[in-house]
């Protein structure tokens, strides 16, 4: 449903239902842990229950919104004569896609297995650092997941070279944002890492870490920005053919090399992932400018095979 709403341009809506699911599941779990009157949900059992509480509560509120906002219908027989087809389409963006997560996944277990014997102190830097620059990925990330909503209409509608800009001005967008919150976050790493830790070797590497970081984060914009957009217009098969093999030579095979082999510690893993992110984001982008993703596109032409005229894309909710 939120994928729905989102797909719509309704985005505010799932931000506003997600915010108070939030807050339903922060309330159960206040009333759990804390327990101001008594209840029968107790431990980790009652937070998980909690949290189902919160997203069943959050269910009728999109419904409506499908229903009453959207206008949206669901007709039994349409379903019947169309649902090959779109669940075809689905799966030309969810399988790529979720392979490009499992390898992913999979990878950061591998690189935690072999940044382990490094000593806590490596390991702990990791996860600190992997907290902290969570946050300066949000820029991109948004702007890469709006974006890839408003190419997905362009391109439906036929208006390529409108897609194909509109993309790469959101590129410089993030590309912007994420250096910008890598820096502050540079500048201020030793009270951030303050704030988990005193231990004078964890502070130092985080500060290391976080320099590399700011490599990461500029290749990441691109990763995410115009990665979102390749699969917004279908050509989701291109970016896990690239991310697949270059997981695993460069973020594992490079960091292996570079933390064990020549003995960087954590500071050569983060190297190889910035090598990883860099190379893939040079990748995209180069197949975004080719215009090589146009061919791959899921829709074609709405605007010139329907009759009704193709629908704004700034929604006033």
């Known amino acids: 449903a939120i994928a729905i709403c989102r797909s719509y341009g309704f985005t505010r809506y799932?931000?506003?239902?997600?915010?108070?699911?939030?807050?339903?599941?922060?309330?159960?779990?206040?009333?759990v842990v804390l327990r101001p009157f008594e209840t029968p949900f107790q431990g980790a059992t009652g937070i998980a229950w909690a949290a189902v509480f919160s997203v069943f509560c959050s269910l009728f509120p999109l419904i409506?919104?499908?229903?009453?906002?959207?206008?949206?219908?669901?007709?039994?027989?349409?379903?019947?004569?169309?649902?090959?087809?779109?669940?075809?389409?689905?799966?030309?963006?969810?399988?790529?896609?979720?392979?490009?997560?499992?390898?992913?996944?999979?990878?950061?277990?591998?690189?935690?297995s072999f940044l382990a014997p490094l000593g806590t102190a490596a390991l702990t830097t990791r996860v600190i650092a992997q907290t902290l620059t969570a946050f300066y990925f949000m820029g991109s990330y948004s702007v890469g997941q709006g974006g890839q909503i408003v190419v997905g209409h362009l391109?439906?509608?036929?208006?390529?070279?409108?897609?194909?800009?509109?993309?790469?001005?959101?590129?410089?967008?993030?590309?912007?944002?994420?250096?910008g919150f890598a820096a502050v976050g540079l500048l201020l790493a030793r009270p951030l890492f303050g704030l988990?830790?005193?231990?004078?070797?964890?502070?130092?590497?985080?500060?290391?870490?976080?320099?590399?970081?700011?490599?990461?984060e500029a290749a990441r914009a691109g990763n995410m920005v115009i990665g979102y957009a390749m699969r917004g217009v279908g050509d989701a098969m291109y970016?896990?053919?690239?991310?697949?093999?270059?997981?695993?030579?460069?973020?594992?095979?490079?960091?292996?090399l570079l933390s064990r082999g020549l003995h960087l510690g954590l500071a050569g893993?983060?190297?190889?992932?910035?090598?990883?992110?860099?190379?893939?984001?040079?990748?995209?982008?180069?197949?975004?400018?080719?215009?090589?993703?146009?061919?791959?596109?899921?829709?074609?032409?709405?605007?010139?095979?329907?009759?009704?005229?193709?629908?704004?894309?700034?929604r006033n909710d």
């Open 14 to 31: 799932p931000m506003y239902v997600s915010l108070a699911m939030n807050l339903i599941h922060l309330g159960g779990a206040f009333v």
């Open 64 to 112: 409506w919104i499908l229903v009453r906002k959207i206008g949206y219908r669901i007709y039994i027989r349409q379903i019947q004569v169309s649902i090959r087809e779109v669940v075809s389409a689905i799966l030309k963006v969810a399988v790529p896609s979720g392979a490009e997560a499992l390898s992913y996944n999979i990878g950061q277990i591998v690189v935690t």
């Open 155 to 179: 391109a439906g509608a036929g208006r390529l070279a409108e897609a194909r800009t509109f993309t790469l001005r959101n590129w410089r967008i993030g590309l912007v944002l994420n250096l």
């Open 196 to 216: 988990y830790t005193q231990d004078p070797e964890i502070i130092r590497l985080g500060f290391t870490i976080l320099l590399i970081d700011l490599v990461v």
């Open 239 to 256: 970016t896990m053919k690239i991310s697949l093999p270059m997981v695993w030579i460069f973020n594992i095979g490079l960091g292996w």
């Open 269 to 314: 893993a983060w190297i190889a992932i910035a090598t990883d992110e860099t190379l893939r984001s040079t990748l995209v982008y180069f197949r975004w400018k080719s215009t090589k993703w146009e061919k791959k596109r899921l829709v074609k032409d709405i605007a010139a095979t329907s009759e009704e005229p193709v629908p704004s894309l700034s």
